[in-house]
């Protein structure tokens, strides 16, 4: 099992940004993927998940800005933010685990992870 995020960088206020989570060695379709983000010095925290048969949950700070989406064919999840805030500025990680229920966001929850990729949201 491998997932390996990609597609950070440097965006202004309000811009958008879509991240990617390209996965191995499993099938989208009997595992569910949760995006996760961390600030140096603070704890990691849920943002937003999909579960095998593609039910999304996304955290309150995030919800009506950030979609999740999954596309089989390639074995890629999609993350797009939208109306970046300076304080979406985090290291960002997708992992997973097998799961055919709704998603959550809890750390514990998932198995894998991968390594992250680095927004930054500055003017």
């Known amino acids: 099992v491998q997932l390996q995020a990609s597609g950070g960088g440097l965006v202004q206020p309000g811009g958008s940004l879509t991240l990617s989570c390209a996965v191995s060695g499993f099938s989208l379709d009997d595992y569910a993927i949760g995006w996760f983000r961390q600030v140096p010095g603070k704890e990691r925290e849920g943002v937003s998940c999909?579960?095998?048969?593609?039910?999304?949950f996304h955290r309150d700070s995030v919800k009506g800005r950030f979609l999740v989406s999954k596309y089989d064919v390639v074995n890629t999840v999609y993350l797009q933010m939208k109306r970046l805030k300076i304080e979406d500025t985090a290291n960002y990680y997708c992992a997973t685990v097998r799961s055919t229920g709704p998603c959550g966001l809890g750390i514990a929850e998932y198995d894998y992870w991968g390594q992250g990729t680095l927004v930054t949201v500055s003017s």
């Open positions: 999909i579960s095998s048969d593609g039910r999304v």
